[in-house]
């Protein structure tokens, strides 16, 4: 059973805010979400993290309700350098009972 | 700098032998995974590892051979049994709280 659900893809357009929303109906109380983004022949190279509620750094925003069901990637202003596969991943610390598992990801296109 | 290598970056070898994957980091992480990731499909965690002499099964494993005798190191050994080893392996590194990982830059396995 797949930890997260993620759409396949998503086309943008420079300057727009984008949003990418990520099913986890199985996370557990000790599971943290983080999103990573993957270029072409390239390591993935980590975002952003939250716990709940909304986080936000230099480069995203994340949102995560109450059930901690779902989570959300905003991206403002995008680029044509944002284009790129945009993982979500559930878990815990270090792996947990697991291992860091990720997800087909989404391959986010932005066009000018 | 801290980070994590691996080498090389692209490898060949014929049907039918082994071949050994190097990864080390300068992090202090003690954790450690190793991913094969097929053109166009998501990262599918093989082994992964939490502490020095200790190491665990991920979703694809079967034909896969891993070692942790040092912390700054793990291994990856692809072998004969593996049926399409050709893919391209990503390794990386966490702390045990922490579900940031840091990513080499890959290894590019071609067996002909």
């Known amino acids: 059973l797949a930890k997260t659900t993620q759409p396949i893809s998503m086309d943008s357009y420079e300057g727009q805010e984008v949003n990418i929303t990520c099913s986890h109906n199985?996370?557990?109380?000790?599971?943290?979400i983080t999103w990573y983004q993957q270029f072409p022949s390239q390591g993935p190279r980590f975002i952003i993290q939250?716990?709940?509620t909304k986080v936000t750094n230099e480069v995203a925003s994340l949102f995560i309700p109450a059930d901690r069901k779902s989570s959300t990637l905003s991206l403002p202003r995008v680029s044509l350098s944002d284009t790129a596969v945009y993982y979500c991943?559930?878990?815990?610390?270090?792996?947990?009972?697991?291992?860091?598992?990720f997800g087909k990801g989404t391959h986010l296109i932005i066009q000018p | 700098d801290g980070g994590i290598t691996q080498s090389p970056k692209y490898l060949f070898r014929k049907e039918g032998q082994n071949v050994t994957l190097s990864c080390e980091q300068n992090l202090n992480h003690d954790a450690m995974y190793w991913y094969r990731q097929d053109p166009g499909q998501g990262l599918r965690l093989i082994y992964y590892?939490?502490?020095?002499?200790?190491?665990q099964k991920g979703d694809i494993a079967e034909g896969y051979s891993v070692s942790r005798e040092k912390k700054e190191s793990f291994p990856l050994t692809v072998t004969s049994a593996q049926k399409n080893p050709t893919a391209f392996y990503l390794c990386?590194?966490?702390?045990?709280?922490?579900?940031?990982?840091?990513f080499g830059q890959g290894t590019r396995l071609t067996v002909v």
């Open positions: 590892s939490q502490i020095v002499n200790d190491f």
């Open positions: 991943l559930v878990g815990e610390g270090g792996g947990g009972a697991d291992g860091l598992t």
């Open positions: 990386a590194s966490s702390s045990r709280t922490n579900t940031e990982a840091f």
């Open positions: 939250g716990y709940k």
């Open positions: 199985n996370i557990a109380t000790n599971d943290y």
